[in-house]
Every structure is written in structure tokens, then in C-alpha cells.
């Protein structure tokens, strides 16, 4: 697809509103709207019970869900967001009095919650710092105990962009016989993660962000490994092999990641991933990536041209999509390019852009320009 064929499926861009918030949420494709209006429509006028037809697009979903990010579709479950897909893990695990769990300060609270939760069963956690927004794994690997059985860590972090070598933690984590689950939201979709080759134990990661799907929906990814370990938490009837043969109450799980799908599907979420899906495939994945990362190197270049305080790491290899500066009038220059149909946004003292791969240098250009007024203005 053409960059022009790309933006012709945001509505959007018709109004001429910029739109670089896909840290928080992406707006829909056609592709997106095309795939809920036919779920619609067989809904209301069709056949009505269209549960076959809807599985075969779950099934497709998940399909090339896995495809995004190198794995198995068998190790694919899907959640209603993050924190549930990262509750799989910490609520089924079978932790031990004294067990120890590696956090990262100043992540996104769905990555710590889940977590926090374990002090009841007397597990110990403790937070490694975050240096000038970025994570470092020597830090990580001092933080490692004798008792420790978990890092829990984002792979991009929410606020600085900064972007943490998986292979390398991997490595680490394996070394010290320790597992490694990854919130991978504001990497997926984004860039390229391919598990094959950086195979993680666990990952969860809310498609309403980079992957462009609707809210209320989450890819969880369970290795082998760690489903061999983990205790069913939460049951429902399809959890089970046979889950049409309604009056066999026998507790014999799925061999796969679907044994963590309890119940009715979020369906109409589903179809509209499905179209989200569709349209990375038709642009290709590897190009979404390039032009992800040609839009976060140009706005990195303009900030730091403009002497922002810029936190998003220098090195390009790690950076992901957020290109974010201090401010201490963040929130009125997020307000003031509102006003100007500019889509940005202020987190704690902070200015977040972030482009993804429709989006145009023109239109960072007209952001750089609206932010100078402000500036001048302030």
C-alpha cells in the first residue's frame, strides 16, 4: 500500500485533525469498521446466530496475532486487557513464602498491580529505579536473589519510550533460573518482536494502542514452560476439551493458551481487531516498523533541535514510538494543540508524542510549529 492508499483508511485525517496519541489509544481503520459492520449486520438482519462464523474470525485473529509477534497461535489466549492477562500469570503461579518478584518505579500501574497483589501470599518485591527514564540490566541482574522466581517488566516503558533489550534480559533471566514476563503494549504493533528468536515466558499487551484494535480487548502470550506451571485460577465451560458436552463435568483442560479463555467472547472486540489485523497485513509488518521508526527519529530530531529536555533515549535502538519531553506547562501545551486539532499527550509533567506509521512529517512538522507558538506565547 501507497502512504496515500494508507491514509485513505482514517477518517480522521479528513477533518485535517493530527492525531500523534497512539501511546494512549489509536483511532479506527475502515478496515476496522468494514469487519464490525458485517459482524452487525448478520447480528441484526442476518442469520443471527452467527457463533461458527465468528469463531472462524477469532480463529483468524489469532492467527495473525501470533503472526505479529513470531510465535505459535496455540500460545495465544485472549483477554479483555493488560492487567487480566498478567493476573493469568500472577494469580496461577505457584508462589512460595518468601518468593521474590523484580519490578520496575515509575511503570505504568497495570504492570505493578497485578503483582502487588502476591504480598498476601507473602511474596517479596522489590522496584529497581529508573535511570534518567531508562532501565538498565545490570541494575536488574543486582536486584536478583537466591529466592527470586519473576521479572516483571514493560518492554517499552509508558513515559520515556525507552525500550528494553528483551534478548539480553532473557539471557540474564535464564542465567539465574528466573522467569521474565513482558507488558508489551506500547511495543506490539509498533515494532517488531519476534519470540522465536527472543523467546519471553510470558507477555501481555491491550491492542487499543500500537496494534490499532478496540478498547477492552488483550493478547496474552503463555509459553509452554510457564502454562506447565501454572494453576487454572479462573475456570469456565470452555475452558475444557470437550465443552459441548454440556453434562460431563470433567476438569480436562486445553493443551493450548485457550484453556485461559473462560466464556463468551468479546465478539464484536474480536471483529474489530480482525480488521485491525487485516490492515497491518496488507501494509506489511516490517514496513509498518520502518515507518514507525522514520516518524519517531524525526520528531526526536526536531525536539532535540528545538533544546527540549527530551527523556526518550538517544539510541535509536532504544526507542520504539514515544518521543516525550519535560515541560512544566506540559498541560497547557497539550491543551493548546487540542485547540488546534493537534492530539498529543501530558503525563505527569511531561509532553508524549507519539506518531505511528500514517502519520506524516508534515504533520510533526505542523506540531513542532504549533508548539513554538505556544512557547512564544507562554
Known amino acids: 500500500m501507497t502512504i496515500d492508499e494508507i491514509r485513505a483508511q482514517f477518517s480522521h485525517l479528513e477533518s485535517g485533525h493530527i492525531y500523534l496519541n497512539h501511546a494512549a489509544t489509536s483511532p479506527w481503520s475502515r478496515m476496522m469498521e468494514e469487519s464490525v459492520r458485517e459482524f452487525i449486520d448478520g447480528r441484526a438482519r442476518g442469520d443471527i446466530d452467527t457463533y461458527a462464523a465468528t469463531m472462524r474470525t477469532i480463529g483468524e485473529a489469532r492467527v495473525w496475532a501470533a503472526e505479529m509477534i513470531g510465535c505459535d497461535a496455540r500460545r495465544i489466549a485472549f483477554a479483555q486487557n493488560t492487567s487480566e492477562g498478567l493476573n493469568i500469570l500472577a494469580a496461577g503461579f505457584p508462589w512460595r513464602q518468601g518468593d521474590h518478584v523484580i519490578l520496575v518505579d515509575q511503570e505504568f500501574p497495570a504492570n505493578i498491580y497485578p503483582f502487588l497483589n502476591l504480598r498476601r501470599h507473602g511474596v517479596e518485591l522489590s522496584f529497581v529505579p ?3 527514564g531508562q532501565v538498565l540490566i545490570e541494575d536488574i541482574e543486582a536486584a536478583i536473589t ?7 517488566i514493560s518492554w517499552v516503558q509508558f513515559l520515556s519510550g525507552y ?12 542465567s539465574h533460573g528466573v522467569l521474565l514476563s513482558v507488558d508489551a503494549i506500547q511495543g506490539v504493533g509498533g515494532i517488531r518482536l519476534n519470540l522465536a528468536e527472543t523467546p519471553v515466558d510470558f507477555l501481555s499487551a491491550g491492542v487499543q494502542k500500537w496494534q490499532m484494535g478496540p478498547q477492552g480487548l488483550a493478547i496474552v502470550y503463555v509459553s509452554e514452560r510457564v502454562q506447565d506451571m501454572l494453576q487454572q485460577a479462573v475456570l469456565g465451560w470452555i475452558n475444557v476439551k470437550d465443552a459441548w458436552n454440556f453434562f460431563d463435568y470433567r476438569l480436562d ?17 474480536l471483529h474489530a481487531y480482525h480488521g485491525a489485523l487485516r490492515l497491518f497485513r496488507a501494509v506489511g509488518h516490517d514496513e509498518v516498523e520502518r515507518l514507525v521508526r522514520n516518524n519517531a527519529t524525526y520528531t526526536y530530531g526536531r525536539a532535540i533541535e528545538r533544546g527540549l529536555a527530551v527523556v526518550t533515549p538517544s539510541d535509536p535502538a532504544r526507542r520504539a514510538g514515544i518521543v516525550t519531553f519535560r515541560h512544566e506547562q506540559a498541560e497547557a501545551l497539550q491543551a493548546g494543540l487540542q485547540q488546534r486539532r ?5 503525563r505527569v509533567g511531561h509532553v508524549r508524542i507519539a506518531p505511528h506509521f500514517y502519520n506524516t512529517t508534515e504533520e510533526i512538522d505542523a506540531l513542532f510549529a504549533a508548539l513554538d ?3 512564544r506565547e507562554q
Open 130 to 132: 529508573q535511570r534518567e
Open 163 to 174: 525500550t528494553v533489550d528483551l534478548a539480553a534480559l532473557k539471557t540474564l533471566c535464564e
Open 146 to 152: 537466591p529466592r527470586t522466581r519473576l521479572v516483571a
Open 342 to 346: 493537534i492530539t498529543v499527550s501530558a
Open 373 to 375: 507558538e505556544l512557547r
Open 253 to 269: 483442560l486445553l493443551d493450548d493458551a485457550r484453556r485461559y479463555e473462560s466464556g463468551t467472547f468479546n465478539s464484536i472486540g
